[in-house]
């Protein structure tokens, strides 16, 4: 059971209220960090939830540097972990972090149990979550906020960073979510086999 065969099941299984509700976004591999990190499962809604997969032929080396840019972005998040991993994981994510167990029965469909719920993340860093917007976005953003033409051609941290200076944490990540679901040419769509004939597109 390898981390193709989790995020299919997953998505057919337990996210497909998701894939069905309005206004909801769910993109596979989204980057975090300018791509420096990137989580499996993001559901962007009225939150950022993102969903780490360790498959049992995974290893949990990389695991504290994506709790860190995990913890950076999302108002909540899970890590789905196969049997092999399920003890260890618990002692590794943080409090605030959900765990689900993944395991493939003898007919090969595979069954999901939550060990533990997942609660509000009280510390989103701000800019993390402004380095999710594209430059043109934060551009847009920056514009309507009255900035001049000058503060507009500054590279793009000083953007995010003024982005920062100008809105409540509550504001920008309203912001930061409606420009990720109103992207344009951003993702494919997946292949209807893989939620059952449902259409929600996925980042590339």
Known sequence: MNDAQIRESFHRKVLRKHHAA???????????????CRADIAIINGHLVGYEIKSDEDSL???????????????????????????SVNSL????????V???????????????VPRIN???????????????????ILTELGASQRNLEQRRAVLYQRLVDLLSPTELRYRVRDCLKNRINWRRLIQP????????????
């Open 93 to 100: 994510v943080p409090d605030w972090w959900g765990i689900i």
């Open 102 to 116: 993944s395991q493939q029965g003898i007919r090969g469909g595979i069954s999901f149990e939550t060990v533990r």
């Open 122 to 140: 009280r510390r989103v860093d701000p800019f993390s979550v402004a380095q999710l917007l594209w430059r043109n976005e934060a551009i847009d």
């Open 22 to 36: 309005p206004g909801t976004l769910i993109v596979d591999e989204l980057g975090l960090k300018h791509g420096q």
């Open 61 to 87: 080396r990389r695991l504290d540097e994506q709790i860190k840019a995990y913890g950076n972005v999302f108002d909540r998040a899970t890590v789905i972990v196969g049997i092999k991993h399920a003890q």
């Open 193 to 204: 086999s893989l939620c059952d004939g449902l259409s929600q597109p996925f980042a590339k």
